[in-house]
Antibody
Framework: QVQLQESGPGLVKPSGTLSLTCAVS?????????WSWIRQPPGKGLEWIGE???????NYNPSLKSRVTISVDKSKNQFSLKLSSVTAADTAVYYC???????????WGQGTLVTVSS | QSALTQPRSVSGSPGQSVTISCTGT?????????VSWYQQHPGKAPKLMIY???KRPSGVPDRFSGSKSGNTASLTISGLQAEDEADYYC????????????FGGGTKLTVL
C-alpha cells in the first residue's frame, strides 16, 4: 500500500523559496503514475500545483508555472517541490499525491502547513 | 482555467439523500469523463470517493454515486449518515495542452 509523507520547513520568509519533499513508501516512484503537489490555503479550496513522472517530465499549473519547479530523486524514492518568490498568498497546507491514469488522486500525504511570514 | 463551481453548502437529515453539483465548461467537465470527487474531514487530507465520473474505489460505500450531464457533474449521497458530514471537492481534467487539473471550490455538507 503506497503511502506518502511530506517534509520541509514550516516557515518561509517573503520573497524566499519554499522547498518540500514527498517520500514515497510501499511502492516505487518509477511505477506508471504521475506524482503531484496540491495546496490548500487556510479555510479555502484545493489548488493543483503540478506533477512529475519518473522520467522527469513535468506539467505545471499555468498560474504558478513561472515560480514552480518539481523534481524527482528515484534513488531516494521521493519527489520535491520548489516555489520561488513566495508571498503571504502562498501560505497553505501542501499535499503530495499520486495521480492515477485518468487524472484522479489517491493516496494523499497527510499535508504540511507552510506559513510565509517574516 | 477557473475553478469549478460548487454550492458552498448543502444539508440533509440522516437517512435522506443529497446531491452536490459541480459546474464547469466544455473545456473541463464537459470535455472529458475525468471527474473525481474527494471527501475532506477537518484537519485531514482529502479522500478519493469517486473517479472517472461514476466509479467508486474499493472501500467507498455504494451510498456514494456520481454522474455527469453536459458541463455539470454531480455527487449523490444516499442514506445520509453523521460521518458523511465533511467538505466535498470535485475535480476535473482541463487541459489537452497544459495537462491541467482544476478543483471546485468545495461544498460543506451538514448532516442535521
Amino acid at each position: 500500500q503506497v503511502q506518502l509523507q511530506e517534509s520541509g520547513p514550516g516557515l518561509v520568509k517573503p520573497s524566499g523559496t519554499l522547498s518540500l519533499t514527498c517520500a514515497v513508501s510501499g511502492g516505487s516512484i518509477s511505477s506508471s503514475n504521475w506524482w503531484s503537489w496540491i495546496r490548500q490555503p487556510p479555510g479555502k479550496g484545493l489548488e493543483w500545483i503540478g506533477e512529475i513522472y519518473h522520467s522527469g517530465s513535468t506539467n505545471y499549473n499555468p498560474s504558478l508555472k513561472s515560480r514552480v519547479t518539481i523534481s524527482v530523486d528515484k534513488s531516494k524514492n521521493q519527489f520535491s517541490l520548489k516555489l520561488s518568490s513566495v508571498t503571504a498568498a502562498d501560505t497553505a497546507v501542501y499535499y503530495c499525491a499520486r495521480k492515477r491514469g485518468s487524472h484522479w488522486f489517491d493516496p494523499w500525504g497527510q499535508g504540511t502547513l507552510v506559513t510565509v511570514s517574516s | 482555467q477557473s475553478a469549478l463551481t460548487q454550492p458552498r453548502s448543502v444539508s440533509g437529515s440522516p437517512g435522506q439523500s443529497v446531491t452536490i453539483s459541480c459546474t464547469g465548461t466544455s473545456s473541463d467537465v464537459g470535455g472529458y469523463n475525468y471527474v473525481s470527487w474527494y471527501q475532506q474531514h477537518p484537519g485531514k487530507a482529502p479522500k478519493l470517493m469517486i473517479y472517472d465520473v461514476s466509479k467508486r474505489p474499493s472501500g467507498v460505500p455504494d451510498r456514494f454515486s456520481g454522474s455527469k450531464s453536459g458541463n455539470t457533474a454531480s455527487l449523490t449521497i444516499s442514506g445520509l449518515q453523521a460521518e458523511d458530514e465533511a467538505d466535498y471537492y470535485c475535480c476535473s481534467y482541463a487541459g489537452s495542452y497544459t495537462f491541467e487539473v482544476v478543483f471546485g471550490g468545495g461544498t460543506k455538507l451538514t448532516v442535521l
